[in-house]
């Protein structure tokens, strides 16, 4: 049964269960709602809940546990042989799926029966060829053993399917029913109502919670498995980053080092930009500027934040880059060699990070009391006096906070990096040269043709994994310090 | 005799003056004029960068919006029409009457240049095609004037708004030296001019080689489907998240945990939730590459936390009275919620949940590792539910793929793409603006 038509019966049941529940509560009471323990909605809205929850919860803890009982039977079926010759147990279950799935097509478009494509197998036709016909491109022939796979893969989703809708749907009706019978005038409706929109509520609170074990269980498990191919020494200490590009691994190197140097470099220059302006532009908006200017420039600043990373990262390649190699290139100083290059990077992510700073410095310059300027200016300093011996030593954890903060964002940039740092992995002083990043390196590792299984793809998960340490360390670090250092001055 | 022995005055009183400044005066005035200075520079440093990448995009993007084209306006003859459908190489017949047409409204405006078949072909590509299979369709149009508008080459394109110039033009069969002669004289004729490119914005990607074909048409609507997505997900779930974190929530550790994930959740790079799409998503669950269902999924959890501080910024905002009225009248807990507090704090609500889908529309990192990139979007989706599960591109992993493209014909559509994107973004800030503005209460 389609899957729509799944949810669609279930969304009637308990649309009839509401209804039918609140008629039953209301008749219990002899049609005089004042009668009832809770408004009439609260019976039907009972009985709607209990059809619709524990069901689909049983349908989405039915549908993730599906793949994986498909997937090993279907593994069990296929000849050891198969898996172990050079290639991986993704690759080949993939080869299934795409079988299965052209299968599908055929059976759908009338190419084939439901019992042709059940029986069909490769001595009596070419299955390659006849999938073909309705538009389904293979790469290579399909082995015998790859389509008993399919087709054992096909009748398995099929009756789980079945079998799932069937028990759905099954758990749907026992639940309205037993809902149904209680909805009579004494039964507390609301507060059982209520109490399922808590849990529901609850539920959605812990979603970040999920997040974040779905962030760590994706990031350690594919790490563990790079660090069997490949040895954590060498990737943590290693200073040469060459990824072979055939994907079957054994040539690669794969060290971190040059990439946390160049994240490190241009996060570096990035903060030389960002942090003198973001800074003072905090200081003039908030100590001197009068309501008007502040206004008008506050907001136009922040517009800098609100504009994607993408635009930067194309200003980067396409303006900033060409404008210094005029500046630097060839033709002058012959220190760049091409546009894209930490200099470029960085002082495109510099101005991406102004809004960043100043605003996080401004709102930290607000929160120094009156009282402290008021005291300095009696004393006879002037302004600038105030806010470099009063306010900014007053503001500074908070100050500090916002560039770790800040610090934290550019380690994890990356359209700019991407388009505007170049590729190559360098460990070198010249700022004009092109140097790559953990980012720029996790993109170019996960959207190129290598193997899923071997290390050169799974490296950008030991590298997620580094990034997500580097990040998340930063910021616990950020909120340490505001915290530790904070002026409490009530 | 004691007098006597008086020293002197230590020193003499300064002489100073309240109407004149002392050195010491005059440097620190000099030293707060200068403190001053630095933050004014400061604030015109950002400005003027601000200024910079407007105007970068603005002048490198409006190309793209232009389309150059050539205009011609003939007559066929039936007999002309038989003929050439008698013929063997029928479009070869059509192209002749086509460069015929060309040559007689150059002489009628009194230009007179040579060109040849293949310079024809390099400037509009190959005109006869369109114009047969025009009057196979409207035979009734034989024998009336009719006037066709060809897309120029993306390279004629770059000639006309200064991209490729004589100097650095290098002949290839793409374009020769020789054709800027008969551009130049069509464009002195009238012929060839610039109009609106509707196909940028109505289109799909070309692929590789014709940047001149390129729009953006398709992976706009995979940007809304996925947008649809998170405005689906994110909204029920954030604003049930921040009602028990804000109004139920007790203070324990589950309570702690969860806040302290949010906000380290809102800290993690993008590209970290683009690895979890690809992991969770695409490999374990066996979710579509490039399904804007996918990339909907990852935006939602990147946006969730955005959403969540502000609606409890909003809920938080409304006052403790209204509660304790509603309590007070008999209403429960959830009652009180979901009947006064939730509808006080819906504009507040709607207003973070723009800004949120805003931040989500131009995010590209995530989509890059869950294969937005690698795809060409060609076609548009066939169905609704189509569109959320067949690949698709979206407007900034389209754009980024532009912009990767060894082709720099692309470049210009990747700015062009990114002045679609950003009036996208301004209109919905600036609605999230006016819906503050319009509804916002003080209390």
């Known amino acids: ?490 | 005799m004691t007098d006597t022995s008086m020293t002197p005055a230590a020193a003499a009183p300064k002489k100073s003056s309240l109407l004149v400044q002392d050195a010491r005066t005059r440097k620190r005035n000099a030293a707060e004029a200068r403190f001053r200075m630095y933050g004014m520079a400061a604030i015109a440093v950002g400005l003027l960068f601000l200024v910079f990448l407007f105007t970068s995009i603005l002048r490198s993007g409006l190309p793209a919006f232009t389309q150059t084209v050539v205009e011609i306006e003939f007559t066929l003859t039936q007999e002309q029409f038989d003929i050439a459908e008698s013929k063997m190489l029928k479009t070869g017949e059509y192209q002749k009457i086509f460069v015929n047409a060309l040559t007689e409204q150059l002489n009628a405006s009194g230009l007179d240049v040579d060109f040849d078949n293949e310079a024809i072909e390099r400037i509009v590509g190959k005109p006869g095609g369109t114009i047969r299979s025009f009057f196979l369709e409207n035979p009734d149009r034989i024998g009336t004037p009719v006037s066709f508008e060809l897309a120029a080459s993306s390279r004629v394109d770059g000639y006309l708004n200064g991209r490729i110039t004589r100097d650095t033009l290098v002949d290839s069969r793409f374009l020769m030296a020789t054709d800027l002669d008969l551009v130049d004289a069509l464009q002195d004729a009238g012929i060839v001019k610039g109009a609106f490119n509707w196909n940028f914005i109505t289109g799909t990607d070309s692929g590789v080689d014709n940047p001149g074909g390129a729009g953006l048409g398709a992976s706009v609507i995979g940007s809304f489907f996925m947008m649809l997505v998170v405005l689906f997900l994110s909204l029920p779930i954030g604003v049930a998240a921040s009602i028990y974190l804000e109004e139920f929530a007790p203070k324990n550790r589950w309570t702690d945990l969860i806040e302290v994930n949010i906000s380290n959740l809102a800290a993690v790079p993008s590209i970290v939730f683009g690895i979890l799409g690809l992991a969770v998503f695409i490999q374990f669950a066996g979710f579509p590459q490039s399904a804007p269902l996918v990339g909907g999924l990852v935006l939602t959890l990147m946006t969730l936390p955005t959403i969540i501080i502000s609606t409890r910024a909003s809920l938080a905002a409304v006052p403790p009275s209204i509660r304790d009225a509603a309590l007070g009248v008999g209403a429960s807990k959830m009652q009180s919620v979901f009947h006064h507090v939730l509808p006080l704090a819906m504009p507040g609500i709607l207003t973070g949940t723009i800004i949120g889908l805003a931040q989500a529309l131009g995010e590209t990192a995530p989509l890059l590792l869950i294969g937005m990139v690698g795809f060409v979007a060609r076609e548009y989706p066939e169905t609704f539910v189509g569109g959320f599960t067949d690949a698709n591109s979206a407007m900034p992993a389209q754009i980024y793929t532009w912009a990767s493209r060894a082709d720099p014909g692309f470049y210009e559509k990747a700015w062009g793409g990114i002045i679609i994107l950003l009036l996208f973004l301004i209109t919905m800030n600036a609605i999230a603006v006016l819906l503050r503005r319009r509804f916002e209460r003080r209390w």
């Open chain 1, 1 to 490: 049964m389609p899957f729509t038509w799944l949810i669609l019966i279930l969304s009637a049941i308990a649309a009839i269960g509401f209804l039918i529940g609140r008629r039953r509560a209301l008749k219990s009471a002899g049609g005089d709602r004042r009668k009832l323990h809770s408004l009439p909605v609260y019976y039907g809205a009972n009985v709607a809940m209990w059809a619709i929850v524990p069901a689909a919860t049983v349908l989405i803890i039915w549908m993730l546990a599906q793949p994986f009982f498909v997937n090993s039977r279907v593994l069990d079926t296929l000849p050891d042989a198969m898996v172990s010759e050079g290639s991986s147990i993704g690759l080949v279950m993939s080869d299934v799926r795409r079988v299965a799935d052209g299968l599908d097509v055929a059976v759908q478009q009338g190419a084939m029966s439901r019992d042709e494509a059940a029986s069909i197998s490769t001595e009596t036709s070419d299955v390659r060829e006849r999938l073909g016909e309705v538009g389904v491109a293979l790469g290579t022939g399909v082995s015998a053993d790859v389509l008993k796979g399919a087709q054992l893969y096909r009748t398995l989703n099929a009756t789980s399917s079945t079998l799932m809708a069937v028990l759905v749907l099954l758990i749907a009706l026992g639940g309205a029913a037993y809902a149904y019978s209680r909805s009579h005038a004494d039964f507390r409706a609301r507060n059982n109502v209520e109490r399922g929109i808590l849990a529901l509520l609850i539920a959605a609170a812990s979603v970040a919670i999920l997040t974040t074990i779905g962030i760590l269980f994706a990031l350690l498990f594919n790490t563990i498995e790079f660090f069997k191919l490949y040895p954590a020494a060498d990737f943590f200490f290693g200073t040469n980053w060459a990824p072979s590009f055939s994907g079957r691994g054994g040539s690669s190197d794969l060290g971190v080092l040059p990439l946390l140097w160049g994240t490190f470099y241009i996060s570096f220059i990035a903060l030389l930009v960002a942090v003198p302006v973001g800074l003072f532009s905090a200081i003039y908006l908030s100590e001197y500027a009068g309501p008007k200017v502040r206004s008008i420039a506050k907001p136009l600043i922040e517009i800098l934040a609100g504009i994607p990373t993408i635009v930067y990262g194309l200003f980067a390649l396409l303006t900033v880059g060409p404008l210094l190699v005029s500046m630097f290139g060839k033709d002058t100083l012959g220190w760049m060699q091409g546009g894209t290059a930490v200099m470029t990077a960085g002082l495109v992510m510099g101005i991406m990070l102004i809004p960043f700073v100043s605003s996080l410095s401004d709102d930290i310059i607000n929160a120094v009391p009156q009282a402290m300027r008021d005291g300095s200016y009696g004393l006879g300093a002037t302004k600038s006096e105030t806010i470099r011996q009063v306010i900014l030593p007053a503001a500074l954890p908070g100050i500090v906070g916002a560039i770790l903060l800040a610090a934290s964002r550019a380690i994890g940039e990356t359209m700019i990096v991407v388009l505007g740092a170049g590729a190559a992995a360098r460990l070198s002083l010249n700022p004009f040269e092109a140097m790559t990043t953990i980012t720029a390196k996790i993109v170019s590792q996960l959207t190129g043709d290598a193997d899923f299984a071997s290390p050169e793809a799974l490296v950008a998960f030991a590298l997620g994994m580094t990034l997500f340490v580097l990040t998340l360390g930063l910021n616990v670090f950020a909120l340490y310090i505001v915290r530790k250092y904070r002026e409490q001055y009530d």
